[in-house]
């Protein structure tokens, strides 16, 4: 009796954890345009196993500064020499862009908290959600990057334009479109919901098959309801060494119309289907600190436009750290920037994330 406790003591000790399988970064697309519809986001090929869950809370802070190239000549400076627009100035001079199809002036940084809830539905299928807060404020990072961008890094008119400051102009042919400067805040914006599948699990790989869906239930800025965007893909998983973890997989995204005024004011006739994908690499030699590095390809959202590059494909880079805090749970520091600079994806995000497994 003993030597069969002894044995059942020595197994119990014995058995090793398996590591916490965080899956890839959730990045996402922060343009300010761009919130309003669904964009290519990377899942997780993993399944957490039936009857487990996993509960995150992901947390961005993001500036964008980006504006039609028209406006490098014909834009107001405040008393410092910076660039300032204000209501009155925009509907005194939109006639002055009416031989413009698209203007649009876009500076503000974005706050947007993800609640995520995974269930293992089976062992090899998954069900989650996603629910959405967001806050548009003029922010505090501008400085930061401005101080980044004089070590070499420049970005046309950053230095040009007045600090932390909110506004967001889209005229159409000389008629003002949408503008902005009122500052929202923890507006709960349209969920995610979606299933992800297992279809191979051999030897270091995972390969998954995933479906999403958007469902438009509130309004983006007060005023956009989009509609039942969708989409689905492939996401996988290989590890060919148990220090290194790779990511990858792409998948496509349908953007059907929405309420009137979100048919009306997006430009171009509206949003575009498209589609992304993601390549990502983890090391894994240190049992509390892994660090990663992940590229996000995107097509472009909208169609093609004289003056503007918002057509064009997008590419961006998500550098971050893992923190395991515990067996089941995981803090994540990241940092991410647009490497492509076509003037069509958010400058700089910052963010912050704890994900537990129970």
Do not use: C
């Not at 059942?8 to 890839?24: D, F, I, K, M, R």
């Not at 040009?160 to 506004?167: G, P, S």
């Not at 990663?292 to 390809?297: A, P």
């Amino acid at each position: 009796m003993r030597a069969a406790l002894f044995l059942l003591l020595a197994s119990l000790l014995g058995a090793q954890t398996p590591p916490l399988e965080l899956g890839p970064a959730p990045t996402r697309e922060m343009f300010p345009l761009y919130l309003v519809t669904l964009p290519y986001q990377p899942v997780d090929p993993t399944p957490l196993g039936r009857g487990r869950w996993q509960a995150s809370v992901v947390h961005l802070r993001s500036n964008t500064f980006e504006f039609s190239e028209v406006l490098k000549e014909r834009a107001p400076t405040n008393a410092a020499g910076r660039v300032v627009l204000t209501r009155e100035y925009v509907e005194a001079n939109a006639h002055a862009y009416a031989d413009v199809p698209i203007v649009f002036y876009f500076d503000e940084e974005i706050l947007r908290t993800d609640f995520r809830l995974r269930m293992g539905l089976t062992d090899r299928t998954d069900l989650w959600a996603e629910l959405p807060f967001q806050s548009h404020t003029g922010g505090y990072l501008d400085r930061l990057i401005e101080g980044f961008h004089s070590l070499g890094f420049e970005q046309y008119g950053r230095d040009q334009v007045a600090q932390d400051q909110l506004t967001l102009v889209v005229m159409e042919h000389g008629r003002i479109r949408f503008f902005n400067q009122e500052r929202l805040w923890a507006k709960f914006q349209d969920p995610t919901l979606g299933l992800t599948h297992r279809l191979v699990a051999q030897g270091p790989w995972r390969v998954s098959a995933y479906f999403t869906v958007k469902p438009p239930i509130t309004t983006s800025y007060g005023v956009y309801r989009g509609g039942w965007d969708h989409g689905g893909g492939l996401t996988a998983r290989w590890e060919p060494h148990p220090h290194h973890v790779f990511y990858g997989g792409f998948g496509l995204v349908a953007r059907p119309k929405g309420s009137e005024a979100y048919n009306r004011d997006i430009p171009g006739g509206g949003f575009r289907n498209g589609g992304g994908f993601h390549v990502g690499w983890e090391g894994r030699s240190s049992p509390r600190w892994r660090p990663y590095l992940q590229l996000l390809g995107q097509s472009g959202y909208l169609r093609r436009l004289p003056y503007q590059k918002l057509d064009r494909p997008s590419l961006q880079h998500d550098v971050g750290l893992h923190w395991l805090l515990g067996p089941r749970t995981a803090a994540t520091f990241r940092y991410l920037n647009n490497i492509t600079h076509n003037a069509n994806t958010a400058d700089m995000s910052l963010g912050l994330s704890l994900t537990h497994q129970f």
